[in-house]
């Protein structure tokens, strides 16, 4: 997409005093700037974890707290090359890092997060067979599930524990070096777990590219349905089943038949129990981006003869419909954008047929509409919207000939949106943002030093709108989690005393935990809640701490 926004669109301080960007680091000197991997990132505690490349041949392993002075290099040096973060795992880290010069085929890595604490898992040297892994990936049970390859097959299911016994091939869906892994979803909805089962798409020569579970063993890793029930002249042909969502105790996704197109199914986990949703437009509806919200499921998807638009379901065809149309004044969306819920509404990037801005719904077509309340001509997408407990901040373009990206906030006002960033900035519009304790973290070039790591905030103030009165660090492992979360506070004289979770549209509710020790807890029970990112705030000595960002699938 084009990154074009006309500066007439928002109402803005443009140089709003204390939240100009700051370089954060300069990891790699001069013009080239190092290129900070933003699309493949972690949170763990206060801490983010990213890849960078430190020069011309090497790349490294970092850490920053978003504070000035702590962006730390763990691994890399000389010809060192980390080329993914794979994912969070318990305490750990899990990374795949080689050297292309000595001949050191990739190999999977853990690290606690201290410098030069990377331990070595496994590799894949024997019969020049070798490790290369996509970061899609769940965590379930304590196992970190993935897509890697070695030297006798292809792209396949592959699990870790992270140690050498626990990392192995889960099964070879599509035997030999052929791979199963079907590229038709955003990274971060290629799985979805229900009932003690994952559930993804895979292809195989026999059946096509179907439904598939797995328990985390070869027995149990099966075919759900077989949808497209015609003969595949590939495995990659058949429903190619994509963007998976559990909602209300069943995976929704986005799956193909040639008598429907692509539609909205679900499943219970059975193949009876394997059905379309609604089929949403002749030839196809084309569902993207499911996403549960205040307990329905909303997506986007074609609406007939019109355009893109959102829709909201109860799991029902009669539930399944478009909030707003696009004929009536309804927001025209872009297949796969991200939906974020703030203040107790879903808030999105859309068009109206006059130009792209800031969407939010309640659920009803009249609380549907977009920020500010008369329109403006604009070029793209807002990109990367970020939610925190009173404040929405995304990048866009700052005008029409200035086509520098830069990073704005909004809260439902209107009248409140803000360009924090100096137009002479370019924040890098495909890269996401990220919050890391009292800062906004964005990948972007101010000019002089190449793409790095840039702060928008002011330290010694609350910029982020979260009630900060408290600043222990925190850590929370596993994150994401599923059901429950190990809180790890402070120094031996602080006492916890209370937990709190909220949700990123304000509202909160009180946890139980189970004390370890005087800093550590266990919080149970968060498998009740929707999937999503939740803010987890920790009482020491009966006073509200430094709050963390938990992603509960």
């Given at each position: ?122 590799d894949y040297n024997q019969n020049n ?173 074609y609406y007939p003869d019109q355009n ?246």
């Open positions: 997409m084009k990154k074009i926004l006309l500066l007439s669109l928002l109402t803005i301080n443009q140089f709003f005093s204390g939240y100009s960007q700051t370089l954060l680091s300069d990891i790699r000197p001069g013009l080239d700037g190092s290129e900070p991997g933003f699309d493949n990132a972690v949170q763990k505690g206060g801490d983010i974890y990213f890849v960078a490349q430190s020069d011309a041949t090497s790349s490294g392993l970092y850490k920053t707290d978003g504070t000035t002075g702590n962006t730390i290099l763990l691994e890399g040096g000389s010809n060192a090359y980390i080329s993914m973060i794979l994912g969070v795992l318990g305490d750990e880290i899990l990374y795949i890092a080689g050297n292309a010069f000595s001949g050191e085929q990739p190999a999977l890595y853990k690290t606690t997060g201290d410098p030069g604490a990377g331990e070595f898992v496994i067979d070798f490790l290369i892994a996509y970061p899609m990936h769940i965590v379930m049970d304590n196992v970190l599930y993935f897509y890697g390859a070695e030297g006798n097959t292809g792209y396949e299911l592959w699990r870790t524990d992270g140690t050498a016994a626990g990392t192995y091939l889960v099964k070879d869906i599509n035997p030999g070096i052929e791979s199963s892994i079907l590229f038709t979803a955003e990274k971060n909805q290629f799985f979805t777990e229900l009932n003690g089962y994952i559930y993804f798409g895979a292809a195989e020569p026999v059946n096509g590219a179907e439904l598939w579970r797995t328990d985390g063993t070869e027995a149990g890793t099966t075919m759900v349905a077989n949808i497209d029930p015609s003969t595949p002249q590939i495995a990659q042909m058949g429903s190619n089943p994509a963007y998976f969502c559990t909602y209300n105790n069943a995976v929704y996704f986005s799956a193909y038949r040639p008598v429907d197109g692509r539609e909205l199914w679900k499943t219970d986990g059975t193949s009876a129990g394997t059905v379309l949703v609604k089929d949403l437009a002749a030839g196809d509806g084309s569902p993207t981006n499911l996403m549960e919200h205040n307990g329905s499921l909303y997506f986007s998807a893109y638009t959102l829709y909201k379901s109860n799991g029902t065809a009669a539930g399944t419909n478009a909030i707003r149309q696009p004929d009536n004044g309804g927001p025209i969306t872009a297949p796969g954008d991200a939906f974020v819920s703030f203040k107790g509404k879903l808030f999105f990037s859309a068009d109206n047929g006059q130009g792209s801005n800031i969407w939010y719904t309640d659920g009803t077509a009249a609380g549907t509409n977009f920020l500010p309340d008369t329109p403006d001509a604009i070029y793209s997408y807002p990109m990367n919207l970020l939610a925190t407990t009173n404040y929405l901040y995304f990048t866009a373009v700052v005008s029409e000939t200035d086509f520098n990206a830069g990073v704005f906030r909004t809260t439902e006002n209107p009248n409140q949106m803000t360009l924090l960033t100096a137009q002479t900035f370019n924040a890098n519009n495909n890269q996401p943002l990220w919050l890391v304790n009292e800062c906004l973290l964005v990948r972007g070039d101010d000019g002089t030093a190449g793409e790095e790591i840039y702060t928008v905030c002011n330290q010694n103030t609350q910029p982020l709108g979260l009630d900060e009165t408290v600043r222990t660090q925190l850590s929370a492992f596993p994150n994401p989690c599923s059901d429950k979360v190990t809180i790890t506070c402070g120094s031996g004289a602080e006492q916890i005393t209370g937990v709190s979770l909220y949700s990123t549209s304000g509202n909160s509710v009180r946890l139980p935990f189970t004390q370890l020790n005087q800093q550590q807890i266990v919080v149970n029970g968060l498998s009740t809640f929707s999937s999503g990112i939740y803010f987890l705030t920790v009482e020491v000595n009966n006073t509200p701490g430094l709050p963390v960002k938990l992603i509960v699938e």
